[in-house]
């Protein structure tokens, strides 16, 4: 979706370093299988949630940093940024049982986790800091970044794989039917 939206309005942000398209990640990129499954990226064989939406995350900090090339090879100036919130109790924890959030809510959970409004500072600073610079990533600076003051965070060498980040574009476009306006190359 994210893929799609933006290669709609792609021409109608301005050509500025202020404009921004920010991705949301999350620190699940760094767990999971650490690849897209290429040979079955909807995971109709051999379905695992968590390497499913950890694969998701991954394709999410890949779509920004690849976009990011393509706009600096575009000669544009416009930023591709991404930010991940580290652990809330948000929507997501739905799927988790009451009994499991309850204990964790009045246990460790003050430890490894921050309420929603501090969970979304990473990605406003990704939004509107004039220090921001393409291809960066933002997400909580404590504690293996679960939660704490908005920073720069860690990408792991597999988001960053040019030839993985290509493919996955192409993959995109095929899936989605986008076509991009600005030449992208």
Avoid at 140 to 167: Q, T, V
Wanted: proline share 8%.
């Amino acid at each position: 979706g994210h893929f799609l939206l933006t290669s709609l309005l792609i021409d109608l942000i301005p050509d500025d370093p202020a404009a921004r398209v920010v991705s949301l990640s999350s620190i699940a990129h760094t767990q999971g299988l650490k690849r897209i499954r290429f040979e079955d990226i909807h995971w109709d064989s051999g379905y695992h949630r968590h390497n499913a939406y950890a694969q998701t995350k991954l394709a999410c900090l890949m779509f920004a940093i690849e976009l990011q090339r393509r706009l600096e090879k575009a000669g544009r100036k416009t930023l591709s940024v991404a930010a991940h919130p580290a652990v809330s109790e948000t929507e997501l924890a739905r799927t988790v049982a009451p009994w499991k959030m309850a204990i964790m809510r009045h246990t460790i959970g003050p430890f490894f986790s921050h309420v929603p409004s501090k969970a979304a500072l990473p990605q406003v600073v990704a939004a509107l800091d004039p220090g921001v610079k393409g291809g960066d990533y933002f997400g909580p600076k404590g504690f293996m970044e679960l939660s704490g003051p908005p920073a720069r965070a860690k990408i792991m060498p597999w988001a960053r794989d040019p030839e993985a980040n290509r493919k996955l574009w192409e993959v995109s476009e095929q899936l989605t039917g986008a076509e991009w306006p600005l030449k992208l190359a």
